[in-house]
């Protein structure tokens, strides 16, 4: 199994990136699928969540209204559109795959992450 995190980058306080996540391996479209990200120093932290099917999402506090998660079955990718980027959403970002509810996870495979920097 793979997932491959890319579409990170250099971006100002206020710009936009979308990343995307596609994965090889494994039954796509039969796994929920998650974004998390690590900063320097801190501990890892859940961003968002999307079901199998694609039809719910959740969203941590921290980005809701900026964020957004979907995915793309027929493309095996799921994504995160990232607006109004502020200097604390710098970190690492990979995604996973496995089971989720809401917050409520638990992931069977991860991928490596993509770095996204967020300048003032």
């Known amino acids: 199994v793979q997932l491959q995190a890319f579409g990170g980058g250099l971006v100002q306080a206020g710009g936009s990136l979308r990343l995307s996540c596609a994965a090889s391996?494994?039954?796509?479209?039969?796994?929920?699928m998650g974004w998390f990200r690590q900063a320097p120093g801190k501990e890892r932290e859940f961003v968002s969540s999307i079901t199998s099917s694609g039809s719910s999402s959740y969203l941590a506090d921290s980005v809701k209204g900026r964020f957004t998660i979907s995915r793309d079955n027929a493309k095996n990718t799921v994504y995160l559109q990232m607006n109004s980027l502020k200097p604390e959403d710098t970190a690492i970002y990979s995604c996973?795959?496995?089971?989720?509810?809401?917050?409520?996870?638990?992931?069977?495979?991860w991928g490596k992450g993509t770095q996204v920097t967020v300048s003032s």
């Open positions: 391996g494994l039954t796509f479209s039969r796994y929920d």
């Open positions: 996973a795959a496995g089971w989720v509810a809401g917050r409520v996870y638990t992931m069977n495979y």
